[in-house]
């Protein structure tokens, strides 16, 4: 139970960096964060390897460029959705 809140507290910071380094928001608040972060670093781990520090089960690095890109695709997707 502890692993499991300690993922979502690195997935949370993981999608609140990425989001302030792209300077744009995921839409739900803290809850996207930690989405943007768990997916970011899913996908960055899958594509990109397990290498940097690890911290929470993630490695860091891959995490955090997985989490941009999710950013940016969901900040994409949603503005382009909604300005028509």
Request: glycine share 16%.
């Amino acid at each position: 139970m502890l692993h499991f809140i300690w993922v979502l507290i690195v997935g949370a910071v993981i999608g609140s960096l990425a989001s302030a380094l792209v300077n744009r928001d995921l839409p739900m608040g803290w809850l996207g964060n930690i989405f943007g972060g768990l997916v970011g670093a899913w996908l960055g781990e899958r594509f990109l390897g397990s290498w940097g520090p690890i911290i929470g089960g993630m490695a860091i690095v891959p995490a955090l460029v997985g989490a941009i890109v999710v950013v940016l695709l969901t900040s994409w997707l949603f503005n382009k959705t909604q300005h028509p």
